[in-house]
């Protein structure tokens, strides 16, 4: 235990002199930053930016709604329909408003992208305003309840746990371990009474306090707190215990610091973006599953958003504590072979 | 005999590694090792220094089979001719964590810094020394646990002449002090002052082994440095 605790901090040091610390309190207070930036939601996000065009012809009754609107709706008018394309390419507006060719009286929008939050924005506003002229009857659906609890800002939360989590899991942690061989200190550190165990133990602790010193920065600066923190704390613990095992199994598949990093990219994009835009792609949900990085995801978006609890994901921890196992003893192998040493 | 060698071999490729090689080593002695790049010198060090796992063969220390890890740990050293210390902390910093790995009081420290003269180095960085200070550092580090048996890959390659004559000054202090050293290096002078024996590696296999005057007289030595 003492050689353990000798080891860890002599990583940790290491950690503070080569910069690592300031890379994993960079990438949250990025996180940050990056989050703070982000659309509000509420009244101000929702007022959009629309163009009429001046010789158009639009029905007058849809032009006193919009215009009766103000606080909903932004309008511009210009000479022509080029000129409400310039602004709409220059991100100036969301959307230009012309009369529909085969449909009379109707209205065709054009957006930047048809799926975008201001598109939606912009549909929903005039079916209020076509509502509230017109007297119609309430729409089928009338209201739209999420699942998931929170702003957008918490809506990526999942997203860059994930990216801290596999950063320091398979770009930090192979260098170090490439690093202690490519020096030889780790002949150095064998010819002491540490046993290999001692010093993968010590390796393993490195990478988990690591990962829960960024996690915990993250949330101490967006005060994000979780839902669940005992279950929460249970991932975290799992997944940085995981994926620091997998990044020391990377790190001895190399002889060097460069290779580690090479080899540490091409693990880290595969795991992080499957796992983290499977929403929005079928294929993606269809294979992202077959990732470990999955088995953090899914749970940890759960949890946080979904008010999930870990008795209902036992599957997702064991499979993370399982692979860790794996990857920790076929580390061991390695280092008892002496593997590219 | 404290060192005993038997049909020891360890095999990367038909060219490289170590054949089946076999001899034995007194308590005291200091041995160089002498042979052209990739004859086996560096892989018999390390697998001396338990460092790789030989192929075949035995290699007892003080009768203690070498794959005993645990129970030779601090009786022998291993000094690799990189010097292998964290060099981003002081010579300090790295004399106290291997003290402390090894279970050595502090007190050694204090020892090391001052025979090897580094007491006025011990708060700078080991990168911001030259590589004969950071060799000294790495020798002393090894010594910390007072191994009686060092084994030292090329302990002068690319030092300048009075950092080749201090190590020279170390070498012959830790011998005097009947320590048993085995070093491989490709200066003839530095193989004359120091060894009092010489073994001879060629293509993987130990084709001399006597004392230093035969060697100098012998035609390997001619051929190996014609």
Known sequence: MRNILILTFNDLAIAFRNKTFLLILFVPLFVFVSLNLLDESGAEASKVRIVLVQHYAYAPAIIQSIMAAKQHIEVTCVQNEQDGV??????????????????????????????????????????????????????????????????????????????????????????????????????????????????????????MVLIFIAVLFLHLLGSFGPLHLFDYSIFILAGSFCFSACGIFLGFLCRNQASARTLGVIFYLPHLLPAAMSDVSLKLTAVAPFLPSYQLYKPLQSILLEDGQLASMSFDWLYLIGLGLLMFYLSYLLMKRRWLM | MQLEILNLARFYDQQRGLAPTSFTVSKG??????????????????????????????????????????????????????????????????????????????????????????????????????????????????????????????????????????????????????????????????????????????????????????????????????
């Open chain 1, 86 to 207: 310039r602004l709409l390419k220059e991100r100036q507006i969301d959307g230009i408003l012309t009369p529909h060719d085969e449909a009379t009286g109707s209205l065709a929008l054009l957006v930047l992208k048809k799926d975008s939050i201001a598109a939606i924005t912009i549909m929903q506003n005039f079916s209020a305003l076509q509502k509230a002229a017109e007297g119609n009857a309430p729409d089928w659906i009338s209201s739209i309840k999420s699942l998931h609890r929170g702003d957008v800002q918490r809506e990526t939360l999942p997203t860059w746990v994930l990216m801290l989590v596999l950063l320091i899991g398979f770009i930090i942690l192979p260098m170090q371990v490439a690093e202690e061989k490519e020096k030889k200190l780790l002949l150095a550190l064998l010819q002491t009474p540490i046993h290999e165990l001692q010093w993968l133990i010590a390796k393993v602790i490195l990478g």
């Open chain 2, 29 to 226: 002695e200091m041995i160089a090792i002498v042979g052209h790049n990739g004859a086996g010198k560096s892989t018999l060090l390390k697998v001396l220094a338990n460092w790789i796992n030989p192929d075949a063969g035995i290699a007892m220390f003080d009768g203690i089979d070498l794959k005993n890890r645990a129970a030779l740990v601090g009786k022998v050293g291993f000094i690799p001719e990189v010097p292998n210390l964290f060099d981003v902390f002081s010579v300090e910093y790295n004399l106290r964590l291997f003290a402390a790995l090894t279970h050595t009081p502090f007190l050694r420290v204090e020892e090391i810094l001052d025979d090897f003269n580094l007491l006025a180095f011990r708060k700078n960085r080991i990168q911001t020394l030259s590589k004969g200070l950071q060799q000294r550092v790495n020798i002393g580090r090894a010594l910390l646990s007072d191994p009686s048996l060092l084994l030292l890959d090329e302990p002068t390659s690319g030092l300048d002449f009075e950092m080749t004559k201090e190590i020279h000054r170390l070498l012959k202090t830790m011998h005097e002090a009947g320590k048993t050293i085995l070093f491989t290096s490709h200066r003839p002078e530095e193989i004359k002052s120091l060894a009092t024996r010489i073994m001879v590696l060629h293509q993987s296999r130990l084709i001399f082994d006597g004392p230093g005057e035969a060697y100098f007289r012998s035609e390997i030595h001619e051929n190996l440095y014609a």
